[in-house]
């Protein structure tokens, strides 16, 4: 009889857990519930990549967002290495301004006073950054519901649909985003597109990292740098390219050997001021070889390592300049000033507009495609 009671309770109590509403949450703390949504008639939802490794990344649907990167730290404990939010409504634009893990799109970084001029017809572009066109403009791609194309726990493959004329850009683009996670933990990004008319395309993501996954204490000052580049685009006052290269030899830009991030960029040097400390384009001498480590970051207060691999031409390094406290992500922490450092992968700024350097039109027919490989390690 008691044995029977028993057993009837133990079902009792499967049934309840199995209806109980799920609410486990990620291993970097975020509840998926929260992700939930509809915009632009799509459905949003968070996607949880894993591997044997343990590492972790979170990727919404509402702007190609990476929303968290958990990996280890040198005492094996988990870390959210990106700036993010918790919940979906913080990352709509009536809400915050931000780019954080976004894709971006149809162009990275600035196009100069937002014209392109593509076999001989002219286009004016919005100009939402000193003037000049930045990341696709207000309504660039981080701000759009993209398609689910795949999805399973070790990749997700979204679908970009833009249409012509779309920020100003011509002619209508199809465009694919894979985020995919590896055993030896690594994230890898890769970008496809196509177009029924000439445009132009440079797509990247902008994760703003902190290794020591403490975003609220640590400035990444106080992490190593190193760059694979002998050059960088120098840019003006406005934060636009000259169409020069510069040597990085024997200035504050020269991180071909690692060094602290924090080491010279208060050097009183024209460039630091234009960028409002590190803010550029360096032309990375890994000649579009994916297999050659680009730059490497590293968090001596955790031992997590971050290398990154390419196939693009050049690597925009941006410090968190514009950073000040005044937005309010993950675990209510205040984003600071330097507080974060993003490493995007590119063609040049304003390469539309500089014929000397690769180009970036793509023409019907024609497939564009792109690679980033963010690779954890601890030291
Ligand atoms: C740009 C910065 C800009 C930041 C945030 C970076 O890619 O170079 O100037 O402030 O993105 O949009």
Redesign the pocket.
Same mark, same amino acid.
Request: proline share 0%; net charge negative; charged share 15%.
């Given at each position: 009889m008691k044995k029977n009671i028993l057993t009837i309770l133990a079902a009792a109590a499967l049934v309840l857990a199995a209806c109980a509403p799920k609410q486990t949450l990620t291993i970097s703390g975020l509840n998926p519930a929260d992700f939930e949504d509809t915009r632009d008639g799509i459905p949003v939802a968070l996607y949880t990549l894993t591997n044997a490794s343990g590492m972790e990344v979170c990727i919404t649907n509402f702007g190609g967002r990476i929303v968290s990167i958990a990996v280890p730290d040198r005492e094996g404990t988990m870390r959210d290495v990106v700036l993010g939010f918790d919940k979906i409504a913080d990352y709509y634009p009536e809400n915050n301004n931000s780019?954080f893990g976004a894709l971006i799109g149809r162009y990275g970084?600035r196009i100069n006073q937002g014209r392109i001029t593509i076999d001989g017809t002219t286009y004016q572009l919005p100009q939402n950054n000193y003037g000049h066109c930045? !990341?696709g403009g207000p309504d660039g791609w981080h701000y759009k519901t993209l398609q689910v194309e795949e999805a399973d726990s070790k990749h997700l493959k979204l679908r970009v649909d833009s249409p012509d004329g779309d920020a100003g850009f011509p002619g209508e683009v199809t465009a694919f985003v894979t985020y995919t996670i590896t055993n030896d933990n690594a994230l890898e990004l890769e970008y496809e597109a196509t177009c029924d008319a000439p445009t132009v395309i440079n797509l990247t993501n !902008?994760s703003y990292f902190n290794l020591s996954g403490d975003p609220a204490g640590h400035a990444v000052t106080e992490d190593e740098l190193m760059i694979s580049a002998s050059g960088f685009t120098p840019v003006d006052s406005t #934060?636009m390219t000259t169409g020069e290269i510069a040597p990085v030899e024997g200035t504050p830009f020269d991180f071909r050997e690692a060094k602290l991030i924090g080491a010279d960029i208060e050097a009183d040097n024209e460039q630091l001021r234009n960028g409002h400390g590190y803010?550029h384009n360096w032309v990375l001498d890994t000649e579009c070889d994916d297999t050659r480590v680009a730059a490497e970051l590293y968090c001596p207060a955790t031992g997590i390592d971050m290398k990154v691999y390419t196939c693009e031409p050049g690597l925009?390094v941006?410090v968190g300049n #514009?950073l000040d406290g005044s937005v309010t992500g993950k675990k209510g922490v205040a984003y600071d000033f330097r507080h974060a450092i993003?490493m995007?992968t590119q063609h040049y700024p304003d390469s539309p507009n500089k014929p000397q350097w690769p180009s970036v039109v793509l023409r019907p027919g024609e497939t564009y495609r792109s690679e980033c490989i963010y690779m954890f390690s601890v030291k």
């Open positions: 780019n970084n930045l !990341h !902008h #934060f803010d925009q941006y #514009f993003c995007e």
